[in-house]
């Protein structure tokens, strides 16, 4: 990563893209790649698309996925205090206290997730009452629900966080949606560095940034069947296992800072997953691993799955804080994902078909 990369990596974690909201993100994500890719297309839903090599019949595809968690404005009471639905994923647990933008066709209406204070909360003899879905509520200042209407404001409305990025101890990124527009960002950088680097494919590379993954991988599974790819490699985040209230012995033991995480899964095809491996050996690059029980709850099923089935493999960076508006990420593991991905290409071959009977 340069200073140019790091510039649009602060830019484009700080626009907003929630699921189905995708195509302002998807606009810097395709000026920033403009430079090292031959063409571009979009889908319906916003998928974007960087082709080199268009007119190759070998088709292979790395991909990550473009959209954050959030919310959708579901009711106004009279009082104008605002009820929530998911879009996503999001954590009923962290909303209070918390700012968000709202966005309207008039602009961002700003509010805040209101709650009660501590010693409010509790009548005697009961227990504290914790937030849940269908009590936290969003305040935009207002004193009915006409005044929440003037504002621009109403059903259907999707919420963000304004959260941005930061680096804390020289060396950990800090943002909202991280997951997994550091996705979107690493493929881009594979990008970069075959530009720069002079580097010949000799089959034609898709670089997507698929949309709605949060809400069940649906934009790799309508560009899956666009492009009919014959390779894909996937990449987004994973869990950071070893802070509290994880048990390794559930999840996993993976952590932040040592490197890539490689999986294995039925959706995984194997002598694809195998090669990555050796790329990793060979060239020293750090890596761990993780096994997946029937999906990887990734883009990889929607790939691995469609047409005919495409030999697909999951990279995955570790993640701390998933789905908050603090997750975190270490720079030394972003290079080295971009780099396992850019050597992994350079070990493809035209018509492989990475066939178990070969």
């Known amino acids: 990563m340069n200073d140019q990369s790091l510039d649009f990596l602060e830019r484009y974690l700080n626009n907003a893209s929630p699921t189905g909201y995708e ?12 430079p090292w890719v031959d063409e571009f297309f979009t889908d319906t839903y916003g998928t974007a698309v960087g082709v080199i090599n268009p007119d190759a019949d070998y088709k292979v595809v790395i991909e990550g996925h473009a959209d954050e968690i959030s919310w959708y404005v579901n ?3 009279d009082e104008g205090l605002l009820y929530v639905i998911r879009n996503g994923g999001s954590d009923h647990q962290i909303a209070p206290s918390k700012r968000v933008n709202i966005h309207t066709k008039n602009g961002i209406v700003e509010g805040v997730f209101g709650w009660p204070a501590i010693h409010t ?13 269908d009590n936290i509520f ?5 004193d009915n629900k006409e005044e929440v209407e003037k504002l621009g404001v109403h059903v259907g409305c999707v919420i963000t966080y304004p959260d941005t990025f930061s680096v804390l101890n020289g060396n950990k990124f800090v943002c909202r949606a991280l997951d997994n527009r550091v996705g979107g960002f690493m493929i881009a950088e594979v990008a970069r560095l075959l530009k720069k680097n002079g580097k010949t494919l000799d089959f034609g590379l898709y670089i997507v940034n698929s949309v709605q993954e949060e809400v069940g991988l649906r934009g790799a599974q309508m560009i899956a069947e666009r492009i009919q790819p014959n390779v894909a490699i996937v990449t987004d985040v994973t869990h950071d296992t070893h802070t509290p209230m994880i ?11 040592a490197g890539p995480v490689i999986a294995w899964a039925p959706a995984v095809q194997n002598r694809l997953r195998e ?6 050996e060979k060239g020293n690059i750090p890596f761990q691993r993780v096994a997946k029980s029937r999906a990887t709850g990734t883009d990889t099923d929607s790939f691995a799955y469609s047409n005919t089935g495409v030999a697909s493999a999951l990279i995955s960076l570790p993640l701390r804080y998933m789905h908050t508006t603090v997750e975190m990420v270490q720079r030394e593991d972003v290079e080295n994902v971009i780099r ?7 070990n493809i071959k035209s018509g492989e078909t990475f066939s ?3």
């Open 121 to 133: 909360r509790r009548s005697p003899g009961s227990e504290e009452q914790a937030p849940k879905p």
């Open 275 to 280: 090669r990555i491996l050796d790329v990793a």
């Open 340 to 346: 396992l991905i850019y050597e992994t290409l350079l």
């Open 75 to 77: 009711y106004i009471s």
């Open 356 to 358: 178990y009977f070969d």
């Open 247 to 257: 048990d390794p012995k559930k999840e996993g033991s993976n952590k932040m800072g």
């Open 23 to 34: 195509w302002e993100g998807q606009k810097l994500w395709m000026d920033y790649l403009r």
């Open 138 to 142: 969003i305040d935009v200042g207002c």
